[in-house]
């Protein structure tokens, strides 16, 4: 398994914090390596997103389905490969101190079946990275828009 944790304190109360990450339209766009995204209803939508590891460019396709939804602090997804034979999970954790918001994002993937043994160098090189660009790309946007 891979996981990734990267944790930004952001000067902004947790509701700011809140208001941007519950909606996945605003984010969409600054997880790495995304293409494109279809929301299926409130709690499930299917992301695509390409990538190149190694000189390798590959296109994976993700169900996300949103399992803890508890404003204004965390939101949890479960995760599962489309494209490859991989599961996982995600998070995000808000919590506010002194005016100032500590947000935190991690995301947990393992890579099963035959393939399993091919991709889990790639993934455990990828999460890590995936976890830290996305999480510094929210607490920009944000920062942006409070």
């Known amino acids: ?9 952001i000067p902004v ?3 700011a914090v809140w208001d941007y990450v519950s909606d996945l339209e605003k984010w969409a766009t600054t997880v790495p390596g995304y293409k494109e995204h279809k929301i299926i209803n409130d709690r499930q939508s299917i992301w695509t997103f390409e990538g190149k590891v190694k000189g390798i460019k ?8 949103i399992t803890e ?3 204004p602090s965390n939101i949890k997804f479960e995760l599962k490969g489309l494209s490859d034979n991989f ?3 995600s998070h995000f954790t808000a919590e506010e101190v002194n005016g100032k918001t500590t947000m935190t994002c991690t995301v947990n993937v393992h890579a099963g079946g035959l393939s399993g043994a091919v991709l889990t160098p790639i993934i455990k090189f990828a999460v890590p990275k995936v976890a830290s660009r996305l999480t510094e790309s929210i607490a920009r946007k ?3 828009f409070s």
Not at 1 to 9: F, N, P
Not at 58 to 65: E, L
């Open 1 to 9: 398994m891979a996981t990734g944790t990267h944790t930004v304190e």
């Open 13 to 15: 109360d947790v509701q």
């Open 58 to 65: 590959k296109t994976i396709q993700v169900q996300v389905d």
């Open 69 to 71: 939804w508890n404003e």
């Open 87 to 89: 599961t996982g999970s």
């Open 142 to 144: 944000i920062a942006v």
